[in-house]
């Protein structure tokens, strides 16, 4: 591919010096920690990406945030990407690879979206090492007095598995365990990746890790990670993956690749350890959020900028006529047929994913990503209706072009970055049940909330384990900007149901889950793996 380099020279041109470079062969590498305190001239201004609601018709959120690093490269900037792994669920499931597209790619695509470097093998190891750890001291006596009922802690795999969402451990006798519920979920939804994500280092996950709630006594009281005697050796089995991965894209724009929980279910940012290498060592830093606006971007402002300090120079919001059509009710066979009547009517959902950036005292820059069919009479009507709004469009063509079908784009965010600070959404010292109504009416347009019996009695424990003053993690059903996934556009008239509450107090957040929503996701009847091969030259076809 042009533009591809060995990763050492990469690694060169970004300024990181040569004893911090970790190579896993000729295009993969990873930069130790320790880089992050060394000499840089970086000046470090930062691009959030994020997109309208997805839908199928695809609005292509890391395809626009590569085509922007490698416009921004063309016109002499430094720069590097700070994106998110791929997890083989998806990959094999419905979504596919989550290294871009077209021009507007990520080398080596295959090895990013099939194990990379093992960090997520490394995750789910740190996890179920805990889960066995916690098992094992309940049957040899049991001097924490856990509560086998009350076990909080969950396995995780790397896959979509509905079958393993709840299941029965330790059946077959006296010498296989104590017989309780259990269940897993996918990794990228665990807490270990959560801790991972927002660790400042080594010492930081220590500590995350320690104050892990995973179980609870007879008497009610929490039992926390540190009290297992298990940190040392989890932290050994994460050891190489806190290291962030350096590769590029196919025109030698230099990203970072690191972390991979998803927004829906966790809090969809990739690892603060790799945002502040790219902004360290380059000028403009590009990161995105998971999913739409409304869950990604609302968890990397109020959870990861909060915590970790920083603040965005510029928001990119990603859209497409296609998925605005279907929020217009557009039928999703044929995404993309002219229908000017639909895109009028899906135009709603970009208007409150703007006014939604504005709610953190941000403006976006709405990159229109191009498709093949897209009529000039509906790129017209959303341009315009971005400037009714106020805010820049502009129309993208990275996937057939590269970096140079995003020079408009780029250009634009160089004009709208400004260093007026965001806001956080809601104080933290707001009781629990309000951050959630705030995030509820004020980004997703609920009318209300209701809470089931079940997150009333998980409220009065955070309040009673004092860990009300955390930030909140919605997780929500990614294509609606309701709890029913069958809303499309910009639903009124609707409450959000929140079911349970989790204590995530190593991440530092509790888990709200709203809806149906599922922290291990299922295989679709016709799942990508199907028409994933191995080429007898070696070669990975059709992933």
């Not at 502040?276 to 900028?305: P, Q, S, V």
């Not at 009507?381 to 780029?410: P, S, T, Y």
Request: aromatic residues 4%; charged residues 20%.
């Amino acid at each position: 591919m042009p533009g591809v380099v060995d990763i050492g020279t990469i690694a060169e041109q970004l300024g990181v010096p040569p004893d911090c470079l970790l190579p896993y062969g000729r295009q993969v590498a990873k930069i130790h920690l320790d880089a992050l305190k060394r000499p840089s001239s970086g000046v470090g201004k930062l691009v959030l990406v994020s997109a309208t609601t997805p839908t199928p018709a695809g609005e292509g959120k890391t395809t626009t945030s590569i085509g922007l690093a490698q416009a921004l490269a063309k016109l002499g900037a430094s720069v590097c990407l700070a994106l998110r792994e791929a997890s083989l669920g998806p990959c094999l499931g419905r979504k596919g690879g989550a290294t871009g597209g077209g021009r507007s790619s990520l080398v080596p695509a295959e090895r990013i979206n099939l194990h990379f470097t093992g960090d997520f093998h490394a995750v789910t190891s740190a996890n179920n090492l805990l889960s066995a750890i916690i098992d094992n001291h309940i049957y040899h006596g049991n001097a924490l007095a856990i509560d086998p009922r009350r076990v909080v802690w969950r396995r995780v795999m790397d896959m979509n598995d509905r079958s393993l969402r709840h299941i029965i451990v330790g059946l077959g006798g006296t010498g296989q365990g104590i017989p309780r519920e259990g269940g897993f979920d996918i990794t990228a939804a665990s807490e270990v990746m959560a801790m991972l994500c927002l660790a400042e280092d080594s010492e930081d996950l220590r500590r995350r890790i320690d104050r892990t709630l995973v179980a609870y006594r007879w008497d009610g009281e929490p039992v926390y990670a540190g009290e297992l005697g298990v940190t040392g050796a989890m932290l050994a089995l994460l050891r190489d993956a806190i290291h962030p991965n350096l590769v590029q894209t196919g025109e030698g724009v230099p990203a970072l690749v690191h972390g991979g929980p998803f927004a829906n279910i966790a809090h969809g940012c990739s690892s603060l350890i790799a945002t502040r290498m790219a902004l360290h060592y380059a000028d403009w830093g590009i990161t995105e959020a998971g999913f739409g606006f409304d869950l990604g971007a609302e968890k990397f402002f109020d959870i990861k900028c909060r915590l970790s300090g920083l603040d965005p120079v510029a928001v990119v919001l990603v859209t497409t006529v296609r998925a605005l059509k279907m929020h217009g009710g557009q039928p999703p066979g044929n995404p993309g047929a002219k229908n000017i009547a639909a895109l009028r009517r899906g135009l709603v959902n970009l208007d409150k994913h703007i006014e939604n950036v504005g709610k953190f005292n941000k403006r976006p820059v709405v990159a229109l990503n191009h498709f093949a069919g897209d009529s000039e009479q509906e790129i017209a009507l959303v341009v315009k209706r971005c400037e009714e709004q106020g805010v820049a469009c502009a129309v993208c063509r990275h996937f057939e072009q590269g970096g140079k079908g995003a020079i408009e784009l780029a250009r634009a965010v160089m004009d709208a970055a400004a260093s007026t600070p965001f806001a956080p959404l809601y104080p933290l010292d707001l009781p629990v049940e309000e951050k959630i109504r705030v995030i509820c009416r004020e980004i997703y347009g609920a009318d209300d909330v209701a809470f089931t019996r079940q997150a009333e009695r998980d409220l009065r424990q955070v309040t009673r384990l004092g860990l009300d003053h955390l930030p909140v993690c919605v997780a929500k059903a990614p294509t609606s900007l309701s709890d029913n996934p069958a809303l499309k556009g910009r639903p009124r008239d609707f409450d959000i149901t929140v079911r349970a509450v989790q204590v995530n107090s190593g991440a530092g957040f509790l888990v709200v889950l709203t809806g149906d929503v599922l922290r291990m996701p299922g295989l679709p009847k016709a799942p990508l793996a199907e028409r994933i091969d191995l080429g007898a030259d070696g070669r990975i076809e059709g992933l």
